[in-house]
């Protein structure tokens, strides 16, 4: 099955998104900024379903 490149830039968005956040994540926690690092935790938390949601659109399209 063909994929889009669409649906592969989306994806490849979302792991940049999601690395960019991890890293934001540990640079805040080193530097003592723990409410910068809960806001920036919840939203690679929430990257995950959404990445997931882009690989199932994109698996099911025709």
């Known amino acids: 099955m ?3 490149y669409r649906g592969v ?3 490849s968005l979302v792991l940049l ?4 956040c991890t890293q934001q994540v540990v640079n805040a926690f080193f530097y003592e900024r723990y409410a910068l690092t809960l806001v920036v935790a ?3 938390v929430l990257l995950f379903p959404a990445a997931l949601w882009l ?3 994109e698996r099911d399209a025709e």
Do not use: Q
């Open 9 to 11: 830039v989306y994806l």
């Open 42 to 44: 919840g939203l690679n």
């Open 17 to 20: 998104l999601s690395i960019v």
């Open 2 to 4: 063909k994929r889009s």
């Open 55 to 57: 690989y199932r659109r």
